[in-house]
């Protein structure tokens, strides 16, 4: 069993920002695409940010794009998610997982097969 462990989230008001951790097992990170998704009460899981095996691309939701950020350090098999100007409208619990589907499908959560225990993000106006 993989386990994916996440840290941070919390409560903070619009505007600020807010960076989540997952630390994966050695040598996950550089092997497997990493990403980040959410889920809000009553809404399907929503596709976040990832980041390629390689480290040389990412992806982003329209909903975050010029917002978050996602980023890895391969010494610590470790990814980020930086969130900034947060909106009420990002308040969700945030997972990361992974993934070794072909890249046109890393958005799809159904392809991942480990995840993270789950984050709760509340944005408060």
Same mark, same amino acid.
């Given at each position: 069993q993989v386990r994916l462990q996440q840290s941070g989230g919390g409560v903070v008001? !619009?505007? /600020? &920002?807010?960076? =989540?951790?997952?630390k994966a097992p050695?040598?996950?990170?550089?092997?497997?695409?990493?990403?980040w998704f959410r889920q809000a009460p009553g809404k399907d899981r929503e596709f976040v940010a990832a980041i390629s095996w390689g480290g040389g691309t990412s992806y982003y939701g329209d909903s975050v794009k010029g917002r978050f950020t996602?980023?890895?350090?391969? !010494?610590? /098999? &470790?990814?980020? =998610?930086?969130?900034?100007?947060?909106k009420t409208e990002d308040t969700a619990v945030y997972y990361c997982g992974r993934t070794l589907t072909n890249r046109a499908s890393i958005p799809n959560w159904k392809t991942y097969d480990f995840w993270g225990q789950g984050t709760q993000v509340t944005v408060s106006s």
């Open positions: 008001q !619009a505007g /600020s &920002s807010l960076t =989540l951790s997952c050695t040598r996950t990170v550089g092997t497997h695409h990493m990403g996602v980023s890895r350090d391969t !010494a610590t /098999s &470790s990814v980020y =998610l930086t969130m900034n100007s947060l």
